[in-house]
Structures are given as C-alpha cells and as structure tokens.
C-alpha cells in the first residue's frame, strides 16, 4: 500500500494536544461484525452501503481525527498497547526481556512533561536559529542546510539514500525535489478560489507562527511573504506526483561535476562532506529542473530570505512534533485543520507521544510489541496465505491470453523472486547511539532524527541490505518495494479485522487475502512492472504486449476518472491508477486463493452468507470508513489512493465473481457491462 523512496522524517502528522486521555487499553476488533451490515441496502446496487452501512451508522469521526475507518480502529488499538508499554517503562517498571525500556521511557516522559516544555520555551529553537542568523555567504549557508538534513529536517530538497534503479544490489545518493511548506505544488500554482484562500491562510499562519516565536510583528509579516514567494518559485520547478510517479522519468545517475553542471551556486563537495559522505561520486537526480531552478534561486534570492525560509522550516518541524510551546502547537493545528484536515480538536498528547516513540525509536518499541501481542501462528498463517497468493498468480500469468511467452517467461521469473517478510525483522536495529534526554524533547527527538539520517547515509556505497525494513512491526498497512521486489506485512496489520485465527476463513481471505494480493500485484502494476525480477529498471515486456498492457491500465483510469471524492473535485485517474489496478489485481488474486484452498472443505453459510458472500463481505468491511470534507479534498490532490469507497465500488464492479456471488444482474451498478468491465490481471 505505501512504497517508500527516502528514510522519513518528522511530519505534520504528529500533531499533539492537552486533552483527557482515553482508558489505557482498547477492545479487540471483532473477525466478523453482522452488524456492521446494511441488509436493507441492494448488495448489487451500492455493495460498499451493505457491507459497511450499519457501521457507517454507528460511528462518527472522532473530534481529534480527519478520517475513521476499521484501519484506524485497529491503528487505536495497537496505540493503546503501545502506551501500555511506555508507561510501564516510563516509570521503571520495564520488562527484563526488551532492549531499550530506559530510551523509550525517557522519550516518552519528555514527550509527556508538556509543563517542561512551556518552561523550557523557545530556548533549543533560539539556539538552532542563532546558528542560522550567523550563517554569511553562500558556503556557510549550505553548511546551515547540511547541518539542518542531518538533524532530520529537509529544506530545499529530499537527499539521503536510495537503490540504484539499474543496479538494485547498489546504494547510492539521491537528491528529490522538495523543500514546500504546502502538502504539494498545486496548493502554490493553481489558480481556483479554494487555492488561492489556502495560500493566503498560510502565509498569515507562516507569519504567526513567527510573531510567536518572537519575531516582532512586521518583520514575521515581510518574512512570510518572502518564504511564500520562495516557496511558489520552488513550486514551479516541481513535477507533478503522476509524473514522479514514472520511475524512467526519475532516473537521472549522476558524477560529482555532473550534479555541479546542474546548481554549480551550491557547494556540493562541500554540502557532501558535512553530510559525512565525502567519497560520493554517484547520485540520482528525481527533476533535473528543480537543481536547474534552485541555482537560479540561488543566485538572485537575498540571503535574509534563505535565513527566514531556513528559520520557518525548523520552526514547523518541532512544532509538529510538539517540542514547543502550547501557543505555537495549537496555531499549527489551527491552519492544518482549516486548510486541510478539518479535524475539530488536537490529538490527545499521550497518543502523538506514543506516535513520536513508534517512528523515533519504532524497532525497540516494536520488539516489545511484538513480545506481548504477536502470536507465531499468525505469522506461520499469513506465511501460508502468502504462497497460496503467489501460487494464484502463478497461474493467472499463464492463463491471461494477451501476454506472449517471452514475457510471461520474465514475468514467472520476476513471481518466482518476490521475498517475502512477514511480522517482524530477523534483525532489530541498534538504538545505542540514540541520546535521550527527560529534559529536551527537542534535544531528544534532533538526536534520534540524527541517528536515522546517518543510519541512512551510512548505506550509501555498499550492498544494499536486504534484512531493512521500512516499517515498523505495530504498523496497520503493508508494501511492495518494486526495488527489492519483496512484499512485507507487519504484525500491526495482522490481527482482526484483518486476521482472526477463529474467524470464518472465507472473511480472512477477503480481508488479508485482499491486502497480500494488493501487494504482490504492486510487483506487476503500472509502475512496478518496468522493474525486473531483481529489482532493475528494465523493460522485459515485448512491445505488443506492453501496450495491451497499457490499454487494459487506461481502462482503470478512466473509470476512477469518473469518481468525485468531494463536491467539485474528482479523482485523478492517472495518481490513482497504481492502486486501482493492485485492488482489482488484489481481490482477484485473493479470490482465486480462497477458491482453490477451499475446494472440498464445505465451509458454511454465516449470518446468511454464502462462503462466497463472506469474501466480499471480508474484502470491504475493512475498508469501512469516513472522511471530513476538508480532508478528502487534500487527498485528492496528493494521495494515490482512491477514497475506500471507491476502492471497492470501483474493483468489484468489474468483477464476475462479485456480481455472480450476490446473482448482480448484468448493468446494476455493481455489475459493470461486460464491454465496460476493467481488467488487468
């Protein structure tokens, strides 16, 4: 589901806030809600109102949330485990068995004594922005700019490690575009109503954010404007994300001189050794414009507006992570709920911390996870169900007809290598380097994001390790990395309602089943399909074949085209198209799974659903969910991802097993004409 480029880094979505907490612990989902049901809603007419009507009836959007779905009822629930785990080692009371109890303690006190922060104020801020304010001339600038990267903090663009995309056994540098406020470019060049208030709302939070942070009042206002008017020019060289989404337009290997031809204003040599990789020759460059721009912005920007939009960037990063006074916080949740989120009420403090622990120090906080709430059997099940899905696609390679054999040769190949990971590393990462202070949370969370930058660099040059993991095990989501070819599933994401031992197998395979398929056809999807079984970007698809290809794809563009996330705003066919195509590849996938596994088991009916039934049922109860308008209307613009009603509205229609399933006749709106059905694999 998520596919990760660069290590990340702090975001705005570890907003906090003062509010009550919540009980410590929460109740397990259940395998199977009957109630969850709308019987009075066609099954064939609106299949996303039966299966999640009677939840979409009981449950409103938490005051502190943009979104609420079963993924976030089960995120909570992990939470409230994971809190569990912090206090206990927060006062002391660790278990013998973890590793790290007094990191994640500490951390997780300072993060808590929300009283030391307001007493400790601005002091680490001031500090950081002094050190910027005595940056002159253009090398102790970009000092200032290495110095802010290793920290965690990216300005001017993204730049860490990365797989060589035609060498995959290789590490090197890359620099991708970045260095925006605004969740995306469009919010700096579009031109429409809504557009232009969210920009003007943040230039006058920019500016507030600022007076509070002490600048006097008519300097924050000229700062303000002048990081708004840096910002839209950085904007202007930025590729779209349907482009960045093209691996072959990303591509650009270069030397040393060859980076320099691009910004020769900025001190690469120099940038590289502060960053500790003096050595480096080879680097990708995402959008070879935006070096070209950043060169021309280089050169005619004054160096007190480098200073400001600098000072901005650190500003907003440890207001996110809630290492600054309450006044600053609650201004940063003011503009993202306005502008983007809608949400009502800050997150209860104590679950930004626990958030703050799981991506700060999520491998010391996931092996205590995974001690207490991970049982062997499901990792030996989804272990199962994984083959079961590969052994689906096995055969649906050989059996679709528009592939010729030199390419369903490549593509057995490419099936043949996917590795899999499954609850948990072999390997836990070493936190020692780490320095956590009770005193500091600012401190703290600068060192632990220094570690993982370094970490980070520290692979630049060498084999690429293949034992890594990009999430951290109480995570609810999964991915595919087209690089690794690997496909791995956390033990967050494998519990109910995606996973239960004793519930019906045929809502297992719907619900779980869907999500290993969805990433095993992320190998084979628009994207992942031009890299080949060892992870290089190479195209091993006959011209024929690639567009037949291309023309089933466009089938699934078209139609999510079609779908209005909010109001006036539609979905981008082209952002979506990925995921489109792994949900229909999914669930087909997952289908022809529960199919032959349950081939003379003779599994019964369940609140009156046939085996069949209970799939689907599986497949879409997790996806129940809500969204605030304000929020559906951002994700539009940045998220691959169709909203989830259309993720299963859109997939099933275009199924002949859905529509057979629930005896759909042919044009109900779940049963799309056959000459209008979609279908890639």
């Not at 990267?149 to 056994?169: C, K």
């Not at 989804?382 to 096995?394: C, D, H, N, S, Y």
């Amino acid at each position: 589901m998520i596919r990760m480029r660069l290590a990340p880094v702090l975001a705005a979505a570890l907003a906090a806030c003062r509010t009550a907490a919540p009980p410590p612990s929460a109740p397990e989902a259940p395998a199977f809600d009957a109630a969850s049901l709308d019987r009075s809603v066609d099954p064939c007419q609106d299949f996303y109102r039966f299966a999640c009507g009677g939840w979409l009836a009981r449950n409103e959007i938490p005051p502190d949330r943009s979104r609420w779905g079963r993924f976030d009822e089960l995120a909570e629930a992990n939470r409230a485990r994971l809190r569990d785990i912090l206090e206990q080692d927060a006062a002391g009371r660790e278990d013998p068995g973890d590793r790290y109890p007094r990191k994640l303690g500490d951390l997780y006190a300072a993060c808590m004594d929300e009283a030391a922060v307001e007493v400790r104020g601005l002091a680490d801020l001031k500090e950081e922005w002094a050190r910027l304010d005595a940056a002159r001339g253009r090398a102790a600038m970009a000092a200032e700019v290495a110095r802010l990267h290793r920290q965690g903090i990216p300005v001017l663009f993204d730049f860490g490690a990365g797989q060589d995309f035609q060498d995959s056994s290789q590490v090197i540098a890359q620099v991708v575009q970045g260095g925006l406020g605004l969740p995306d470019r469009d919010y700096y060049l579009k031109e429409d109503a809504r557009t232009r208030e969210i920009r003007e709302a943040y230039r006058a939070h920019v500016a507030r954010m600022l007076e509070l942070a002490g600048v006097p009042a008519t300097e924050a206002a000229r700062q303000a404007v002048a990081v708004l008017r840096l910002e839209t020019a950085v904007a202007g060289s930025h590729w779209t994300r349907v482009e960045m989404r093209d691996p072959r337009r990303t591509y650009h290997r270069l030397d040393l001189p060859g980076l320099e031809r691009l910004a020769p204003a900025f001190p690469w040599k120099a940038f590289l050794a502060d960053m500790g990789i003096p050595g480096v020759t080879a680097v990708n460059v995402s959008t070879p414009q935006f070096l070209t721009q950043l060169e021309t912005l280089l050169l005619k920007t004054p160096a007190r507006t480098w200073r400001a939009y600098l000072r901005w960037h650190l500003l907003a990063a440890m207001a996110d992570a809630r290492a600054l006074p309450a006044a600053l916080v609650q201004e940063r949740f003011r503009f993202e709920s306005s502008a983007f989120t809608g949400a009502k009420e800050l997150e209860p403090r104590w679950k930004h911390c626990v958030s703050l622990a799981d991506h700060l120090l999520g491998e010391a906080l996931g092996q205590a996870y995974v001690r207490r709430f991970f049982p062997g059997e499901a990792k030996e099940r989804t272990g199962r169900l994984v083959g079961e899905v590969e052994a689906a696609m096995g055969r649906t390679v050989e059996e679709v007809p528009w592939m010729d054999a030199p390419t369903r040769l490549e593509a057995q190949a490419k099936l043949r290598r996917v590795f899999n990971k499954v609850g948990y590393p072999d390997r836990w990462r070493n936190y020692d380097p780490v320095e956590v202070r009770r005193d500091s949370l600012f401190r703290s969370i600068l060192s632990a994001q220094a570690f993982e930058v370094r970490r980070d660099l520290d692979k630049i040059g060498k084999p690429v390790d293949r034992a890594e993991w990009q999430m951290t095990p109480p995570t609810v989501n999964a991915y595919y990395d087209p690089l690794l070819n690997e496909m791995v599933f956390p033990a967050g994401i494998l519990q109910p309602p995606f996973y239960a031992p004793s519930g019906p197998e045929p809502l297992n395979y719907g619900a779980i089943g869907m999500v290993v398929g969805h990433e095993l056809t992320h190998g084979f999807d628009d994207e992942g399909r031009q890299f080949d079984a060892g992870g290089n970007l190479r195209d091993w698809w006959s011209p024929p074949v690639a567009a037949e290809f291309d023309r089933r794809a466009q089938c699934l563009a078209r139609q999510y085209g079609s779908y209005a996330a909010v109001d006036d705003v539609r979905l981008n066919g082209e952002l979506v198209l990925g995921e489109a195509i792994a949900d229909l590849g999914g669930l087909r996938l997952a289908f022809a799974a529960y199919r032959a596994a349950g081939a003379g088991r003779g599994w019964p009916a369940v609140a009156g659903l046939t085996p069949d039934q209970q799939f689907f049922v599986g497949a879409a109860q997790v996806w129940c969910s809500k969204t605030r308008p304000e929020q559906a209307r951002a994700r539009a613009t940045t998220d691959p991802h169709a909203p989830p009603e259309f993720r299963m509205r859109g997939s099933l229609s275009n199924m002949t097993e859905f529509a057979d399933a629930f005896s759909c006749p042919a044009g109900s709106a779940m049963a799309r004409p056959e000459a209008e059905r979609c279908q890639v694999w």
